[in-house]
């Protein structure tokens, strides 16, 4: 892999496109292939032997672009599925969206040596406890507020505005007792949840420091490939955005300039069955 | 096949345990196979395509079980995938939700020449087309109202009750709209919506007759297995009910109670992997 080769940005469907858009943004250079398994989707219902097996297929697809830094965007398959895929594939460099969201947590909590950290998620994600450790790492007395809010994709998906009254009511009923609870740091645990960050900010207050790990994971990738001395530098033409998608429905187009605040080419259908004849990394290994 | 061969009862998920619990209701002695494609729900904001190729896999994965009948007990699935499938599977006899549930809102709306129907359903199901051919075909000039309601499957699976403030407010937003328009019939064109029935009926009037497909498609199996002389008859044990996931993940178990009103063992276990390698009816054919 060389400078010139992309950087592979992989989510479940379409919210992995905040991180595609905070790496624009930091990169605006780079050559990103972005994956939206959008026939499978979402991933925060599902067990960690499913969502493992999902990326691994997607990854196994993609490898042959010679990914110069793989990002997955998604919080639940961070959770659920990178630590056995980074050393299934330890030739590649692999990383999430958890532990840069999890830093920056500690990071806002400043001084305090028991903050106490809120981190809204998908069902999955705070069951696998992947930010409690992420965090009690760097703040061992850390107090955490977890709290499973299943409802926010589907109503990101279903294009609701930071004004429609049901956004509020449920943000209401998520967020009202972590606030009670004098909660210093929240952290949009699920790359979804930043198209409503605005709402959310002025919902908690303004002492609330609100973490958007779609931005966190982004400025960590930048670090990655920096010190790796894989960044493209400063050419003149900005990178491109390909997208691939298992599932071509409409939604995707219509959604994807919402998270991307422009507008994305129509991606490549690949249907799930060709996911599928990509070999496990043991059977590479076997085989050479 | 035979009188003691199973019925198969197919979902995306757990919805279709409303068609389960209602088959059993109507033929307490047939043993019924569920399959919930859990690892891929929800299917209604996908593609033909897509979910024509996951019910196909399933039905080529239990087909060895010799079913008697198969109910695609999927709103989506029947609008997007039932005509193809049957065609393909030929020799198997296999019926939808859809039908049976234009059949009984037409009987609903009486001698009525314009009756105003509503159909709430997923978007896909919408998209199809597929209850206004249902309807028009019985009834020429009947008049539609099409809602697709796409939060109301994530809220049922969240647990939220009928109670919850944000229950209310959705069904507001979403039927408030139909009600003004003079409604005769509201057909609920989802097997979860079923779940939501006591609250729909009390929010649109008793005057306007609410349609629960899961119901209507199980009277209609029951007439199927009748006229082809495939009941099992009064034999003195109950049926027993089997359920398949494709994802082994604990919100089956803890919701599966709720949708059927009565306890049900730990399901098996299907990895998507496992549904990839059945080849399909045409393959078959050829090989023989």
């Known amino acids: 892999m060389a400078p010139t080769s992309p950087i592979l940005v992989l989510d479940s469907g379409l919210g992995g496109l905040t991180v595609a858009k905070a ?8 050559d990103i292939l972005y994956f939206g398994d959008t026939a499978r989707l979402p991933y925060g219902s599902k067990s960690a032997v499913t969502v493992t097996s999902f990326v691994r297929q997607i990854i196994g697809y993609l490898r042959p672009h010679n990914p110069k830094h793989i990002v997955i965007a998604c919080n639940t398959a961070t959770a659920l599925a990178l630590p056995a895929l980074r050393s299934e594939f330890h030739d590649l460099s692999i990383s999430g969206v958890i532990d840069p969201g999890a830093k920056a947590a500690v990071a806002a909590a400043g001084a305090k040596e028991h903050p106490i950290i809120g981190v809204i998620a998908t069902e999955a994600t705070i069951r696998a406890k992947a930010y409690d450790r992420a965090i009690h790492r760097r ?25 429609d009254p049901v956004v509020r009511l449920v943000l209401k009923q998520y967020l009202a007792p972590m606030v009670q609870r004098h909660m ?9 949840y930043p198209i409503l960050k605005g709402l959310i900010q002025r919902m908690v207050g303004s002492k609330i420091k609100v973490i958007d790990s779609a931005e966190q994971c982004a400025e960590d990738v930048a ?28 939604r995707f187009q219509s959604l994807a300039s919402r998270f991307l605040g422009f507008e994305v080419e129509k991606p490549k259908w690949v249907a799930p069955d060709e996911l599928i004849s990509v070999p496990a990394p043991t059977e590479i290994r076997r085989a050479v």
């Open 23 to 30: 790496l624009r943004n930091a990169l605006p250079h780079e």
């Open 139 to 163: 703040r061992h007395h850390a107090r955490l507020l977890l709290r499973p809010t299943p409802l926010l994709v589907p109503i990101i998906e279903e294009g609701r505005r930071s004004d």
């Open 184 to 192: 210093d740091v929240l952290v949009l645990g699920c790359t979804h």
């Open 223 to 250: 670090r990655r490939l920096r010190s790796a001395g894989l960044l493209r530098g400063d050419t003149i033409a900005p990178g491109k955005l390909r997208s691939f998608v298992t599932d071509d429905s409409p």
